[in-house]
């Protein structure tokens, strides 16, 4: 098992509230990457970050912002939370030892606004 | 842009049974990768494809990626309840290309 860590693991929140989701890795990558997947559904990449201080938006349009300050922590905000949102979010990260470039994913955090 | 297609979405297979999920890509990738998400969970990764024709084997799991790396499969011999997931595979175009992950084949398992 990697050490990709997630929390909170579940949230129910309300409109218009301001979230932060959390993300971190122990193993020193240097790609991270967050998804957003509904129950059963295919996975949509709405950031990731190639690096301390790189962010890039990915291919789903998000309402979200991500920072990457330190090679760790790759936090996900939402500044004004809507129903829509909900769904479970998932952070991955990736590093290109061997050549395989794996992309390792946390347990997700699962979201519902009210 | 690139897109990775997976078929069929969904497969019900009787345990003990074979089946295989397909993924087309409309470009040829340098590599492609294979996940298993288990019901409430993450995914998982399973393999990395590389070669053109290229097989892999992992106990009842068959990956083959196609001559022209453009298309992948996975094979699954012998159906157990354990292997009851969404499979997903993602394909990557160029050595510095983010991987473009399919709709996954979600699979069930009727004992």
């Known amino acids: 098992e990697a050490d990709i860590y997630q929390t909170p693991r579940y949230l129910v929140i309300g409109t218009g509230k301001k979230i932060t989701l959390e993300c971190s890795q122990t193993m020193g990558h240097d790609k991270m990457y967050w998804y957003q997947q509904d129950p059963g559904m295919e996975l949509h990449l709405i950031h990731y970050s190639y690096g301390v201080n790189s962010t890039e938006k990915g291919d789903l349009s998000s309402e979200s912002t991500v920072s990457r300050i330190r090679t760790e922590h790759f936090p996900l905000t939402l500044e004004s939370a809507r129903p829509s949102h909900t769904s479970q979010y998932l952070c991955?990260?990736?590093?290109?030892?061997?050549?395989?470039?794996?992309?390792?994913f946390g347990p997700g955090t699962r979201l519902t606004v009210l | 842009g690139q897109q990775v297609m997976q078929i069929p979405q969904y497969q019900h297979v009787q345990e003990g049974e074979d089946f295989t999920t397909y993924c087309n890509s409309s470009t040829t990738l340098s590599n492609i990768q294979w996940y298993k998400q288990r019901p409430g969970g993450h995914p998982v990764f399973l393999i990395q494809?590389?070669?053109?024709?290229e097989v892999k084997k992992q106990k009842r799991l068959t990956f083959q990626f196609g001559e022209a790396k453009k298309n992948s499969s996975l094979h699954i011999t012998a159906t157990q309840t354990t292997d009851v997931g969404t499979y997903f595979c993602a394909g990557r175009v160029g050595s510095w290309g983010k991987l473009q992950f399919g709709a996954g084949t979600q699979v069930v398992v009727t004992p």
């Open positions: 991955a990260s990736s590093d290109k030892t061997g050549g395989t470039d794996t992309q390792y």
């Open positions: 494809l590389v070669k053109s024709g």
